[in-house]
């Protein structure tokens, strides 16, 4: 069987037609096509099926290599002409047949020439394999609808043929995609109070984690802690298990609801799989980040039903960083700043501390199990549960810890607290070097009901589902924030205590730490640093799901350019954070356990004005949607002010109409438009009231005339009571252009706006002079004394600005040839973005973020070559993404922000198998990155030298994998 992905079906290889073409001068002449067979072919897998129909038939039926002999097709029961019988039995797949000869038919792969994926196929492949399904696309669920949007689908076999090895690394791979939240970029539980080591999430056309909606299955799934639940953590999800991942790149809040701005990215597991299939990987990199994997995928079926199962183990090796050569946090070698920082030491005072952190990113042990089941209840009936269960083992070694000490009054530093670093106590062994650790589980669970209903084709849906996300943080070493290391160093625990808490102090004779003091009180400071070093668990939280959704599909009425469908349903969903046992959270949240509750009714129409039977001159056909949704969200027990606690509720009804413009048989149209929003999340809503005091230093009043009145206001951070929802309109336009002369080209392009406003961010896009010369920016920033008009409180809080604005062009250009030497297929896939900017206020210079350090790249594309011939074959892949600017740092010679021009990024990924005909064995191997590129060198970068968002420091990685398919 020859491995072709859904954008080569349709091109078998030479040499399988001319061995049909051979066996068919020995098969026996078959009936007239119009003589009709008496058939009862149960539901089973094709190579059983055809053996039945072609005993019945007397035709010789053959499989193309590209067809697996495990596919599962559906009964066929009655009188039907051999062509009827095939026609059943391949219908709504993706796969076709033809006459090689008088006697023998072949059955082969329907062609279609892009991964962006057809909508009219119905079939699957897993791992190589495929599976007939119900036409549903992302982005609707109209049956049989041509998306208004692009879809970009990766299949399995282009998963293989990159060498992927996990969900992060194929949606980085995605030019649409910032890489904002990477497993290499969140080094230990200090990211956020939520904690995000070993964890990574999808940030479409930058416009941030929140804006990109992640479904499983096409159903919502459980939020990270470490990103407060407003986005998935990519690490926790199956990648044995996937089947393709398909990404609609439009905006898609009136199919999906809250947070579908930027696109949806909607991942498809395995299900209706016959067989076993077990595949071991191993992968070695040139920076030490060296993992082993291996699966197992099961399946069989009956008449009525089938249930698969996938199951997975991967363990990795953590990203060393003297492998990739940081040794030292001094970069001026390179240009750069020498980042050691300056800290006190037992041996020296205001010494630069350079202990480089061992590890960039964590060891990891993950194992995952998938479960899939269908039922037909009845001729019109039918059940489902897709069961997942993983969990994520991580674990990462820090540098040196640092704490505050006590210095006493004889000291040069002292009387008072000052920073100090334990890297001598590291090195001489005193006490450990530091772990963070994390332990992910996920449970999703989807039981679904679908039913025929008494009305043409109507169908009635129900799901209902449950997601968990569970993240257990610990550390080990010396946690110089626990209770006992602030009591014994500081005198007190000078921790956040929650209101009416008291604060713990050293009592008389307790021992104590004496960073700073004389030589004789090291044996003191050693042993009691060695009782203080502890595995603790420092955040045990929860993010959950419940989700319940109906809705009806079917045609309305028949109109001249075919069926109008419609779909009506509605929706209810709670989702729900726990931070109880993570005491850190108290420092971002009022309400520890926030809540959120959902109410939907959503609508949606398929129009064809124009199909087969009323075309004319420049119209082939012409397909109108039109969608709506109307979203509640009700989020109770929220802080509103100091003292006040209420619920906030907030709706939005969100409009979409596209068009799917077919002008001739070369060209097609695509537009959208439509309303996408983001209601406020339970991060945003649950900020508690922080008093930091004072100012450090005096605030300038640019409103006091002719003398300079300087002021030490209080500092307040809190919520913010009026705070409104995202909203945003996304327009997409694109062209499809597959010219006849040309066989093999398929090119789109899509042009792509998205206009936010009332945007939530801080009030610190605007400086202290801009807020307190205008104080309609922010109204309430700065509280004044109503007689001397003296400030008095400076306060903090989210709020909205006036919004984002993006632009970008997306190109997809597929050519694909057969030729005597095999199959050659060449793509360039990639994104140009125009612009990325955030305004603040009508009239402020917009802050730009596209081709910066804090944005997508100007241009992210790949242009890849791939080669099949029987069973074999080979890929080249060119990854590119453009040079930015590095605008987030402060020129340590100058004390001023200043900016750098980083170099572009190239790499180069090679990959080939070879699968041994008629055996189920199959081998693969390749090399990720085979120049090992050097990363761009940040100059700004404060621990590391690169950006982690745009690179992969696991430089070269070389992998191989063995396939082994059974019968069951």
Same mark, same amino acid.
């Given at each position: 069987?020859?491995?072709?992905?859904?954008?080569?079906?349709?091109?078998?290889?030479?040499?399988?037609?001319?061995?049909?073409?051979?066996?068919?001068?020995?098969?026996?002449?078959?009936?007239?096509?119009?003589?009709?067979?008496?058939?009862?072919?149960?539901?089973?897998?094709?190579?059983?099926?055809?053996?039945?129909?072609?005993?019945?038939?007397?035709?010789?039926?053959?499989?193309?290599?590209?067809?697996?002999?495990?596919?599962?097709?559906?009964?066929?029961?009655?009188?039907?002409?051999?062509?009827?019988?095939?026609?059943?039995?391949?219908?709504?797949?993706?796969?076709?047949?033809?006459?090689?000869?008088?006697?023998?038919?072949?059955?082969?792969?329907?062609?279609?020439?892009?991964?962006?994926?057809?909508?009219?196929?119905?079939?699957?492949?897993?791992?190589?394999?495929?599976?007939?399904?119900?036409?549903?696309?992302?982005?609707?669920?109209?049956?049989?609808?041509?998306?208004?949007?692009?879809?970009?689908?990766?299949?399995?076999?282009?998963?293989?043929?990159?060498?992927?090895?996990?969900?992060?690394?194929?949606?980085?791979?995605? *030019?649409?995609?910032?890489?904002?939240?990477?497993?290499?970029?969140?080094?230990?539980?200090?990211?956020?109070?939520?904690?995000?080591?070993?964890?990574?999430?999808?940030?479409?056309?930058?416009?941030?984690?929140?804006?990109?909606?992640?479904?499983?299955?096409?159903?919502?799934?459980?939020?990270?802690?470490?990103?407060?639940?407003?986005?998935?953590?990519?690490?926790?999800?199956?990648?044995?298990?996937?089947?393709?991942?398909?990404?609609? /790149?439009?905006?898609?809040?009136?199919?999906?609801?809250?947070?579908?701005?930027?696109?949806?990215?909607?991942?498809?597991?395995?299900?209706?799989?016959?067989?076993?299939?077990?595949?071991?990987?191993?992968?070695?990199?040139? !920076?030490?980040?060296?993992?082993?994997?291996?699966?197992?995928?099961?399946?069989?079926?009956?008449?009525?039903?089938?249930?698969?199962?996938?199951?997975?183990?991967?363990?990795?090796?953590?990203?060393?960083?003297?492998?990739?050569?940081?040794?030292?946090?001094?970069?001026?070698?390179?240009?750069?700043?020498?980042?050691?920082?300056?800290?006190?030491?037992?041996?020296?005072?205001?010494?630069?501390?350079?202990?480089?952190? *061992?590890?960039?990113?964590?060891?990891?042990?993950?194992?995952?199990?998938?479960?899939?089941?269908?039922?037909?209840?009845?001729?019109?009936?039918?059940?489902?549960?897709?069961?997942?269960?993983?969990?994520?083992?991580?674990?990462?070694?820090?540098?040196?810890?640092?704490?505050? !000490?006590?210095?006493?009054?004889?000291?040069?530093?002292?009387?008072?607290?000052?920073?100090?670093?334990?890297?001598?106590?590291?090195?001489?062994?005193?006490?450990?070097?530091?772990?963070?650790?994390?332990?992910?589980?996920?449970?999703?669970?989807?039981?679904?009901?679908?039913?025929?209903?008494?009305?043409?084709?109507?169908?009635?849906?129900?799901?209902?589902?449950?997601?968990?996300?569970?993240?257990?943080?610990?550390?080990?070493?010396?946690?110089?924030?626990?209770?006992?290391?602030?009591?014994?160093?500081?005198?007190?625990?000078?921790?956040?205590?929650?209101?009416?808490?008291?604060?713990?102090?050293?009592?008389?004779?307790?021992?104590?730490?004496?960073?700073?003091?004389?030589?004789?009180?090291?044996?003191?400071?050693?042993?009691?640093?060695?009782?203080?070093?502890?595995?603790?668990?420092?955040?045990?939280?929860?993010?959950?799901?419940?989700?319940?959704?109906?809705?009806?599909?079917?045609?309305?009425?028949?109109?001249?350019?075919?069926? /109008?469908?419609?779909?009506?349903?509605?929706?209810?969903?709670?989702?729900?954070?726990?931070?109880?046992?993570?005491?850190?959270?108290?420092?971002?949240?009022?309400?520890?356990?926030?809540?959120?509750?959902?109410?939907?009714?959503?609508?949606?129409?398929?129009?064809?004005?124009?199909?087969?039977?009323?075309?004319?001159?420049?119209?082939?056909?012409?397909?109108?949607?039109?969608?709506?949704?109307?979203?509640?969200?009700?989020?109770?027990?929220?802080?509103?002010?100091?003292?006040?606690?209420?619920?906030?509720?907030?709706?939005?009804?969100?409009?979409?109409?596209?068009?799917?413009?077919?002008?001739?048989?070369?060209?097609?149209?695509?537009?959208?438009?439509?309303?996408?929003?983001?209601?406020?999340?339970?991060?945003?809503?649950?900020?508690?009231?922080?008093?930091?005091?004072?100012?450090?230093?005096?605030?300038?009043?640019?409103?006091?005339?002719?003398?300079?009145?300087?002021?030490?206001?209080?500092?307040?951070?809190?919520?913010?009571?009026?705070?409104?929802?995202?909203?945003?309109?996304?327009?997409?336009?694109?062209?499809?252009?597959?010219?006849?002369?040309?066989?093999?080209?398929?090119?789109?392009?899509?042009?792509?706006?998205?206009?936010?406003?009332?945007?939530?961010?801080?009030?610190?896009?605007?400086?202290?002079?801009?807020?307190?010369?205008?104080?309609?920016?922010?109204?309430?920033?700065?509280?004044?004394?109503?007689?001397?008009?003296?400030?008095?409180?400076?306060?903090?809080?989210?709020?909205?600005?006036?919004?984002?604005?993006?632009?970008?062009?997306?190109?997809?250009?597929?050519?694909?040839?057969?030729?005597?030497?095999?199959?050659?297929?060449?793509?360039?896939?990639?994104?140009?973005?125009?612009?990325?900017?955030?305004?603040?206020?009508?009239?402020?210079?917009?802050?730009?973020?596209?081709?910066?350090?804090?944005? *997508?790249?100007?241009?992210?594309?790949?242009?890849?070559?791939?080669?099949?011939?029987?069973?074999?074959?080979?890929?080249?892949?060119?990854?590119?993404?453009?040079?930015?600017?590095?605008?987030?740092?402060?020129?340590?010679?100058?004390?001023?922000?200043?900016?750098?021009?980083?170099?572009?990024?190239?790499?180069?990924?090679?990959?080939?198998?070879?699968?041994?005909?008629?055996?189920?064995?199959?081998?693969?191997?390749?090399?990720?990155?085979?120049?090992?590129?050097?990363?761009?060198?940040?100059?700004?970068?404060?621990?590391?030298?690169?950006?982690?968002?745009?690179?992969?420091?696991?430089?070269?990685?070389?992998?191989?994998?063995?396939?082994?398919?059974?019968?069951?």
């Amino acid at each position: 069987m020859k491995e072709v992905n859904r954008s080569r079906a349709g091109f078998g290889s030479v040499l399988s037609a001319l061995s049909v073409l051979a066996l068919a001068f020995a098969a026996p002449v078959h009936a007239a096509d119009d003589d009709k067979i008496s058939l009862d072919i149960d539901r089973q897998s094709i190579s059983l099926a055809i053996v039945e129909l072609s005993n019945a038939s007397g035709v010789q039926i053959m499989l193309s290599d590209q067809v697996s002999s495990a596919l599962v097709v559906p009964e066929v029961q009655g009188d039907y002409s051999l062509e009827g019988a095939l026609r059943k039995m391949l219908d709504g797949s993706e796969l076709t047949f033809e006459y090689v000869s008088e006697n023998t038919i072949l059955i082969s792969r329907k062609p279609v020439l892009t991964e962006q994926g057809n909508p009219h196929n119905g079939a699957a492949e897993v791992a190589g394999e495929t599976v007939l399904e119900e036409i549903l696309v992302t982005g609707t669920r109209l049956r049989n609808q041509s998306p208004v949007s692009p879809i970009t689908v990766v299949t399995r076999a282009e998963i293989d043929r990159r060498g992927f090895n996990s969900i992060e690394e194929v949606v980085r791979a995605l *030019p649409q995609n910032f890489s904002s939240f990477t497993a290499a970029g969140s080094l230990d539980n200090t990211l956020t109070p939520g904690g995000g080591v070993g964890q990574a999430s999808a940030n479409l056309r930058g416009l941030g984690e929140d804006a990109t909606l992640v479904l499983i299955n096409g159903r919502r799934v459980a939020g990270s802690t470490a990103e407060f639940g407003e986005a998935v953590n990519l690490n926790t999800i199956p990648f044995g298990a996937i089947e393709r991942v398909e990404v609609e /790149l439009g905006g898609t809040g009136a199919i999906y609801g809250s947070d579908a701005i930027a696109g949806t990215i909607n991942i498809i597991l395995k299900k209706d799989y016959t067989g076993a299939e077990t595949t071991v990987r191993y992968e070695n990199s040139s !920076g030490g980040a060296d993992s082993r994997t291996i699966e197992q995928t099961l399946g069989t079926a009956w008449n009525t039903g089938s249930l698969s199962a996938a199951l997975s183990y991967k363990s990795a090796d953590g990203l060393s960083a003297a492998d990739v050569g940081i040794t030292s946090r001094d970069f001026t070698d390179r240009g750069g700043f020498d980042r050691r920082p300056i800290l006190n030491t037992q041996s020296e005072l205001f010494t630069r501390v350079d202990d480089v952190r *061992p590890m960039l990113s964590s060891d990891s042990d993950s194992w995952s199990a998938t479960l899939n089941l269908q039922q037909d209840l009845g001729a019109s009936s039918q059940v489902f549960a897709d069961l997942i269960v993983s969990e994520n083992d991580t674990s990462i070694a820090g540098a040196a810890p640092g704490g505050f !000490g006590r210095v006493n009054d004889s000291h040069p530093l002292g009387p008072g607290f000052a920073r100090y670093s334990f890297i001598e106590e590291l090195e001489d062994g005193v006490i450990p070097r530091p772990v963070s650790s994390s332990k992910q589980e996920r449970l999703h669970l989807n039981l679904g009901f679908e039913t025929d209903l008494p009305f043409k084709d109507w169908r009635a849906n129900m799901v209902l589902g449950y997601s968990e996300e569970s993240v257990v943080l610990s550390t080990f070493g010396l946690d110089t924030q626990s209770p006992e290391y602030l009591i014994a160093a500081l005198g007190q625990d000078v921790r956040f205590p929650q209101p009416g808490e008291p604060v713990n102090f050293i009592q008389p004779g307790d021992p104590f730490i004496d960073l700073f003091g004389p030589a004789s009180d090291a044996a003191q400071n050693e042993d009691l640093l060695r009782s203080l070093v502890a595995d603790r668990v420092i955040g045990d939280e929860d993010s959950t799901t419940n989700d319940i959704e109906a809705y009806v599909e079917g045609a309305l009425l028949d109109l001249p350019g075919g069926e /109008l469908r419609m779909v009506l349903g509605g929706q209810y969903r709670k989702f729900a954070l726990d931070y109880s046992d993570a005491p850190r959270a108290a420092n971002s949240f009022s309400n520890l356990k926030p809540e959120q509750t959902l109410e939907a009714a959503f609508f949606e129409f398929g129009v064809p004005l124009v199909g087969e039977d009323n075309a004319f001159p420049g119209v082939k056909s012409l397909i109108v949607t039109a969608s709506g949704r109307w979203d509640n969200y009700t989020n109770p027990d929220v802080q509103r002010r100091e003292d006040v606690f209420e619920t906030a509720e907030f709706d939005h009804f969100s409009p979409r109409f596209g068009m799917v413009w077919t002008l001739t048989d070369d060209l097609l149209l695509r537009a959208s438009w439509g309303e996408s929003f983001r209601a406020p999340g339970p991060f945003e809503l649950n900020r508690p009231f922080s008093n930091f005091g004072p100012t450090f230093s005096p605030v300038d009043d640019p409103l006091t005339e002719d003398v300079v009145e300087e002021y030490f206001p209080i500092q307040i951070s809190g919520a913010n009571p009026n705070l409104q929802p995202e909203t945003s309109e996304n327009t997409a336009i694109g062209l499809e252009w597959t010219p006849s002369f040309l066989s093999g080209l398929r090119t789109v392009v899509t042009f792509n706006r998205i206009n936010y406003t009332n945007l939530i961010t801080s009030s610190s896009v605007f400086s202290l002079d801009e807020l307190l010369s205008n104080a309609e920016l922010v109204p309430g920033f700065a509280v004044r004394d109503p007689v001397t008009n003296e400030i008095l409180e400076l306060r903090r809080f989210p709020i909205n600005i006036a919004g984002r604005f993006s632009e970008s062009v997306d190109v997809d250009i597929l050519y694909e040839v057969d030729t005597g030497a095999g199959t050659f297929a060449g793509r360039l896939f990639g994104t140009y973005t125009i612009k990325l900017e955030d305004i603040a206020r009508e009239g402020f210079e917009p802050d730009r973020s596209h081709a910066t350090q804090s944005g *997508p790249d100007r241009v992210k594309a790949s242009v890849s070559l791939d080669w099949y011939r029987d069973n074999y074959g080979a890929t080249v892949v060119y990854n590119y993404s453009s040079g930015y600017t590095s605008n987030l740092f402060f020129d340590l010679s100058t004390f001023e922000r200043t900016t750098d021009e980083i170099d572009s990024y190239a790499t180069v990924d090679v990959s080939a198998f070879y699968r041994l005909p008629a055996s189920g064995w199959q081998f693969r191997g390749g090399v990720r990155n085979l120049t090992d590129s050097s990363m761009p060198f940040l100059r700004g970068g404060f621990a590391l030298p690169y950006d982690p968002t745009r690179v992969d420091p696991e430089g070269r990685v070389i992998f191989a994998e063995v396939r082994k398919s059974f019968e069951l």
